[in-house]
Nanobody, 128 residues
């Protein structure tokens, strides 16, 4: 059974950094697409960064140049390094996986329904 578990959220001042982790288990192949979503109170969920099976990455304009998505396949862990954080980055962050080996949807419009497996989320709060 596929399972994802995020960690690493917390509170930080504007300009600070955080690294989110997403431990992935139960996936039997390497052909999957991973994405980080976030949802702020009162706002729609948006994709912020994805990592395709071939290693290609994409970012939403709102985080490009500040966030970096990466993966350690030995540790089965996806990361989101977040630098130069802004108050508008405050949100619940979820990692999600699509193991269908189909198209790897890119942020920010990646549809929730394309990703079958989700973590429980980790809160990031950035104060000004």
């Amino acid at each position: 059974q596929v399972h994802l578990m995020e960690s690493g959220g917390g509170s930080v001042q504007a300009g600070g950094s955080l690294t989110l982790s997403c431990l992935l288990s139960g996936v039997k192949s390497n052909n999957y697409c991973m994405i980080w979503f976030r949802q702020a109170p009162g706002k729609e969920r948006e994709g912020v960064a994805n990592l395709a099976a071939d290693g290609a990455t994409s970012y939403s304009d709102s985080v490009k140049g500040r966030f970096t998505i990466s993966q350690d396949k030995v540790k089965n862990t996806l990361y989101l390094q977040m630098n130069s954080l802004k108050p508008e980055d405050t949100a619940m962050y979820h990692c999600a996986a699509d193991i269908s080996a189909g198209y790897c949807y890119t942020p920010p419009q990646a549809p929730d329904a394309a990703f079958s497996y989700w973590g429980q989320g980790t809160q990031v709060t950035v104060s000004s």
